[in-house]
């Protein structure tokens, strides 16, 4: 082989090996959007929930994104307390915490008898626990015992700072629920 041709074999390949490179770069790179377009892809944020087994007064905990949701069937009488203005609340308008936009109401939910929320105390985070139909409380927390109403309001003498937060969801059906993340 001649010296000139052993210099275009070894540019030639040399081309060929960075082509490569730069081939397996743009694939990983283009990966993620071409996914995003592929149908399904957002399945992985969302979560169905059956709610036909849920019971008056039960409550449902499902995780979702690492932490746990709660969903509870209310009563028409537990509804019907949201509106008792007499009941102290540290934010009883929700201004203060988190809820999608169609949670600012009185119930704070989509459905008035359907109560959906993550169930973190907005102290230091521990899981709150559901309490029992006579209870004014309907969720306390263990730690430093915040309580917290029907619509995951807090009460104005518990340490813990704000409302339940409220997840994003929608209805499929009656009985179907769809956790969905906006992230
Ligand atoms: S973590 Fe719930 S009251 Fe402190």
């Not at 509106?83 to 169609?102: C, G, H, I, N, Y």
């Not at 929320?117 to 306390?140: D, L, M, Q």
């Not at 409302?163 to 009656?174: A, C, V």
């Amino acid at each position: 082989m001649r010296f000139s041709e052993y210099v275009l074999n070894r540019r030639y390949l040399l081309t060929k090996i960075v082509q490569g490179f730069s081939l397996t770069g743009g694939l990983f790179l283009a990966y993620p959007f071409v996914r995003s377009w592929l149908p399904g892809f957002n399945q992985s944020h969302t979560r169905e929930v059956d709610l036909s087994d849920l019971a008056f007064g039960e409550v449902k905990q499902v995780p979702w994104l690492g932490r746990r949701v709660m969903i509870k069937i209310r009563s028409t009488e537990e509804v019907e307390a949201l509106s008792d203005a007499s009941v102290s609340l540290k934010d009883p308008d929700s201004t203060r915490s988190k809820q999608p936009e169609f949670a600012r109401n009185t119930h704070r939910s989509q459905r008035a008898d359907i109560f959906v929320a993550y169930g973190n105390c907005t102290h230091f985070g521990c899981i709150v626990e559901p309490r029992g139909p006579n209870s004014p409380a309907k969720f306390s927390c263990p730690c430093h015992l915040s309580e917290f109403d029907a619509a995951g309001r807090v009460f104005a003498d518990a340490v813990a700072p704000k409302n339940l937060e409220i997840p994003d969801y929608q209805f499929l059906s009656r009985n179907t629920l769809l956790l969905t993340s906006s992230d």
